[in-house]
């Protein structure tokens, strides 16, 4: 879902997973008044986060940046959404400094070692949106059905501009993973990353 952004690198890996009551396919929906944790528990609050930006200023996106959410609870918060739009994609979303950082990526993300995948940087998301699942009406950019395809937690092992190793403590996927930002080619209009897993002694 979002616009992508843009600019290159390379690679070089436990945690619980964050068990949500009745698993991954109950998250609900988050509410515009409300303070959640990654587990799926809403508890009443209020504050306001950051405005809309593009899409993400949209009625239906404006509630996720106004909801209060408990920042420990989402802390190293991993997930990766499913989204069917005009084209299935997976969405990778990965908790750093309060936002989502957020990739999509549009084969399966891979389970074994040395798959690569490309994945497109796109804007920061609210942390409300990581419970997400659901409509996107008509009309507002990324329609279609959005389901949680994995949560849990990351562990960030060497995270620097261009390049992310870290640990993934999902349900579906385990393991050490890596993003590295590609070198940009002239025409390039997308932020262009690979994203595979890796194993312990990981590329330079």
Same mark, same amino acid.
């Given at each position: =879902? =979002?616009?992508?952004?843009?600019?290159?690198?390379?690679?070089?890996?436990?945690?619980a997973?964050?068990? #949500?009551?009745g /698993?991954?396919?109950?998250?609900?929906? *988050?509410a515009?008044?409300?303070?959640?944790? *990654? #587990?799926?528990?809403?508890?009443?609050s209020?504050?306001? /986060?950051?405005?809309?930006?593009s899409?993400? /200023?949209?009625?239906? #996106?404006?509630k996720? @940046?106004? =909801?209060?959410?408990?920042?420990?609870?989402?802390?190293?918060?991993?997930? $990766?959404?499913?989204?069917?739009?005009?084209?299935?994609? @997976?969405?990778?979303?990965?908790?750093?400094d309060?936002?989502?950082?957020? @990739?999509?990526?549009?084969?399966? *993300?891979?389970?074994?070692e040395?798959v690569k995948?490309?994945?497109?940087?796109?804007? +920061?998301?609210?942390?409300?949106?990581?419970?997400?699942?659901?409509? $996107?009406?008509d009309?507002?950019?990324?329609?279609?059905?959005?389901? $949680?395809? +994995?949560?849990?937690?990351?562990?960030?092992l060497?995270?620097?501009?261009?390049? @992310?190793?870290?640990?993934i403590?999902?349900?579906?996927?385990?393991?050490k993973?890596?993003?590295?930002?590609?070198?940009?080619?002239?025409g +390039?209009?997308?932020?262009?990353?690979?994203?595979?897993?890796?194993?312990? =002694?990981?590329?330079k």
């Amino acid at each position: =879902m =979002m616009e992508p952004k843009r600019k290159n690198a390379a690679c070089k890996g436990r945690q619980a997973t964050l068990d #949500a009551p009745g /698993g991954p396919q109950e998250t609900p929906s *988050p509410a515009p008044t409300s303070k959640a944790g *990654p #587990a799926g528990e809403v508890e009443p609050s209020g504050e306001a /986060g950051p405005a809309g930006q593009s899409e993400l /200023g949209s009625d239906f #996106a404006r509630k996720f @940046w106004e =909801m209060d959410v408990d920042k420990e609870k989402f802390r190293n918060y991993y997930v $990766i959404h499913e989204h069917k739009a005009r084209r299935l994609h @997976w969405d990778l979303r990965l908790e750093k400094d309060g936002v989502l950082k957020s @990739w999509a990526v549009p084969k399966e *993300p891979p389970a074994v070692e040395n798959v690569k995948r490309l994945a497109v940087a796109v804007e +920061d998301h609210p942390l409300g949106y990581g419970l997400f699942e659901g409509d $996107i009406p008509d009309g507002n950019y990324g329609a279609g059905y959005v389901k $949680i395809w +994995d949560k849990g937690t990351y562990e960030p092992l060497d995270v620097k501009e261009g390049k @992310w190793v870290f640990r993934i403590a999902g349900q579906r996927l385990k393991g050490k993973y890596c993003l590295v930002r590609l070198r940009p080619r002239p025409g +390039d209009r997308s932020e262009n990353w690979l994203f595979f897993k890796t194993g312990e =002694m990981a590329p330079k």
